[in-house]
């Protein structure tokens, strides 16, 4: 056999030794295309956050919120907490104003409810007429009528009211535990589809 001869099939056997080491690593390991790249995942996941959603920003603080010192306290509380979590935008002014104006109504009531004092209710015979006086102790669930008879507080169903307002608008803002809850289990939707985008 001459020496070229040799060194032709040297270089072939070569050849098919390191095309079977290659498939082997590969079948092993997997194709190096087919490993999902994290960084460019998080790329495209923020950039679709981003195009789907409003940049977190404070919107203005309306003047008649201003004017409210307890409104005005609870935007200034919110804002910062909303922005943080990137709950908040300019589209999203109106709806936080209306549960900084509740939670000044409510701390209103509550004040009202606190202190007693004379309160207004309605019975079956005030319907065409003004409504009924009483008297409210402090922190009194009942009242006494002006004929002696105990009806309930009429401040009592308005703080009631109040208190489920406020947690709608906490929900809506993802300012209560069940909404932060359903907020993490969409980014996780979200991250996984991302994934399975990227192994497909």
Not at 106 to 129: H, I, M, P, Q
Not at 138 to 164: A, D, F, H, K, W
């Amino acid at each position: 056999m001459s020496a070229h001869l040799s060194d032709s099939l040297k270089a072939i056997r070569n050849e098919r030794t390191g095309s079977a080491a290659l498939a082997t690593v590969t079948a092993i390991r997997g194709k190096p295309d087919a490993q999902p790249n994290q960084h460019t995942a998080t790329q495209k996941a923020q950039s679709q956050n981003q195009s789907a959603f409003p940049s977190a920003v404070a919107p203005d603080c309306p003047i008649d919120i201003e004017a409210d010192p307890l409104a005005s306290e609870a935007w200034h509380y919110y804002c910062p907490l909303l922005i943080a979590s990137g709950n908040l935008s300019k589209a999203d002014r109106n709806i936080l104003k209306s549960l900084c104006l509740t939670i000044s109504m409510l701390e209103a009531a509550r004040r009202d409810f606190r202190e007693g004092g004379e309160v207004r209710y309605k019975t079956n015979r005030s319907k065409d007429r003004e409504p009924a006086k009483a008297q409210a102790a402090p922190n009194s669930v009942m009242v006494t009528g002006r004929r002696g008879n105990r009806v309930r507080n009429p401040l009592l169903p308005i703080v009631l009211e109040l208190q489920r307002t406020e947690a709608r608008y906490c929900q809506e803002l993802g300012l209560t535990p069940k909404a932060r809850g359903l907020n993490y289990a969409v980014a996780k939707a979200v991250e996984k589809s991302e994934w399975d985008a990227l192994d497909a």
